[in-house]
């Protein structure tokens, strides 16, 4: 999402006549999009500040109108004493002001300490066209909403991003085609909640009550929502633009997970058969009290569901360890829920009470440092664990894989990821256009190559695959 704010961002101040560098020495104003959704996240905003402040007075002579903002979430959460009491930045903007931002700057560069942090209940920045920075150009993140209402008693984002509110989607089906016609071949589809997504922008779109029903097991701390377009109905026509760019989508809730959008994916070749899937914790009695609406026997339950219709389905999942009241039984049961299900990716934290939710007014933070660092650390082994059976499972098979570029470890090297969002290393070489014409051409980010995987995640290339063909 920071990314995708970034080419907001970015797309409104070109058009106020700002252009962008990558040498600091050179800039005349430092945005820096943030994170509150972690400490550790804010603690790492705040010591780049410090280093900002720090360099703007020593260039105070050559470059006295330096100007430094802060845009985002922590904007939003700390805006007096970002602005007023450490007196570090120039301009505040939320998530929802970028549209301000020539505004704020020229206020800043008449002396003023400006901000706007006001959310909105409607944008949704849907005629903002992003000025996307993708790598090699090979794959685009597309904002489809915006928000959170399902308010988990640990989580800012409600506070930060406001309520929820979907971009039309005929701007979505736009940008898609733009990007298509820019030869992008992976469009990552994004959200706070991506699939609670629901355009109520065509008024004469009623959904049928049947097709508003969540996951099995599943509710909300809200009222059931009615009519628009649903998430599935997007999916359906973004994955029809074309038929050789991938679709990917993040970050779900479990609750939006009824059997239509499974089967789409199911169908769909260029949906991709993964799914994140965040479970926060196997202990019923921690998800309770994290306001997740699910029992862990209805998120298994899901589990079971998804691979049902979609039979090799990869799963990725999110996990705090420590939450408040969190017992040495509760982390037992968050370990076997990792070895049951099997997540080939994992995203996993150590709790952190963020202020204005509902853990900080309602919840005591009990558990111990050390004690979450300790469950921290035992569950990333099992996880590990896990996700090693996961993938030598690939081993001998032959992976469809999107080429991203130079592996990390070695320039003789190239890396993608496979449908299932596992990435791939294998050797560079060049391969024959058609395998039985002699030309050979170089492998580029972009391409699409069957690799046989041998071992570990490393693999050769069998053929070359356009998208073309």
């Given at each position: ?134 790598p090699e150009g090979h794959s685009a993140f597309v904002s489809i909403m915006r928000g959170c209402d399902n308010m988990c008693s640990y989580c800012i984002v409600p506070f930060t991003r406001g309520r929820e509110r979907s ?69 359906d026509k973004v994955s029809q633009i074309d038929p050789d760019m991938r679709i990917r989508f993040t970050s779900p809730h479990p609750k939006d997970f009824p059997d239509e959008v499974l089967q789409l994916i199911q169908e ?139 592996s990390k470890r070695s320039s003789e090297e190239l890396c993608g990821r496979n449908d299932g969002n596992v990435k791939v290393v294998f050797p560079k070489t060049d391969l024959p256009i058609q395998p039985e014409k002699p ?31």
């Amino acid at each position: 999402m920071n990314i995708s704010d970034t080419e907001i961002a970015w797309s409104i101040l070109q058009k106020a006549g700002y252009s962008r560098t990558h040498e600091l020495p050179e800039a005349d104003v430092v945005l820096l999009v943030t994170c509150s959704i972690r400490e550790k996240a804010e603690q790492t905003i705040w010591n780049r500040l410090k280093h900002l402040t720090a360099l703007k007075k020593r260039c105070q002579k050559h470059k006295p109108l330096l100007k430094i903002g802060v845009l985002g979430c922590m904007a939003e959460r700390l805006k007096t004493k970002l602005l007023e009491q450490e007196k570090l930045v120039d301009v505040l903007a939320g998530p929802d002001a970028y549209r301000d931002l020539p505004r704020l700057l020229s206020l800043g560069y008449r002396g003023q300490r400006a901000s706007n942090v006001l959310l909105s209940l409607e944008e949704t920045y849907a005629d903002v066209m992003p000025v996307h920075q993708t790598p090699e150009g090979h794959s685009a993140f597309v904002s489809i909403m915006r928000g959170c209402d399902n308010m988990c008693s640990y989580c800012i984002v409600p506070f930060t991003r406001g309520r929820e509110r979907s971009r039309p989607l005929s701007s979505i089906l736009e940008e898609v085609r733009m990007l298509s016609d820019q030869g992008v071949k992976e469009v990552t589809l994004l959200g706070q909640n991506v699939n609670s997504y629901r355009d109520f922008s065509e008024q004469h779109f009623i959904c049928s009550e049947g097709s508003t029903q969540l996951s099995r097991g599943f509710k909300t701390v809200y009222r059931t929502k009615q009519g628009g377009l649903l998430f599935s109905d997007l999916l359906d026509k973004v994955s029809q633009i074309d038929p050789d760019m991938r679709i990917r989508f993040t970050s779900p809730h479990p609750k939006d997970f009824p059997d239509e959008v499974l089967q789409l994916i199911q169908e769909r070749r260029n949906i991709c058969k993964q799914i994140h899937l965040p479970a926060q914790s196997g202990s019923s009695r921690v998800l309770h009290a994290m306001r997740r609406g699910y029992t862990r026997e209805a998120y298994l339950d899901l589990v079971e569901n998804i691979r049902e219709i979609i039979p090799g389905v990869n799963l990725s999942s999110d996990f705090i360890t420590g939450f408040c009241g969190e017992t040495e039984e509760d982390h037992q049961e968050t370990l076997s829920l990792v070895r049951e299900v099997g997540y080939n990716v994992g995203f996993l934290f150590a709790y952190s009470m963020r202020k204005k939710t509902h853990a900080y007014h309602r919840l005591q933070d009990d558990v111990p440092a050390p004690v979450k660092q300790r469950r921290l650390e035992e569950l990333i082994s099992v996880f590990r664990e896990e996700a090693a059976k996961v993938n030598m499972a690939l081993i001998g098979s032959t992976q469809l894989v999107l080429v991203e570029g130079e592996s990390k470890r070695s320039s003789e090297e190239l890396c993608g990821r496979n449908d299932g969002n596992v990435k791939v290393v294998f050797p560079k070489t060049d391969l024959p256009i058609q395998p039985e014409k002699p030309q050979m051409v170089p492998i580029t980010s972009g391409d699409y190559v069957l690799v046989k995987v041998n071992y570990g995640q490393h693999g050769h290339v069998d053929e070359i695959y356009k998208s073309s063909t």
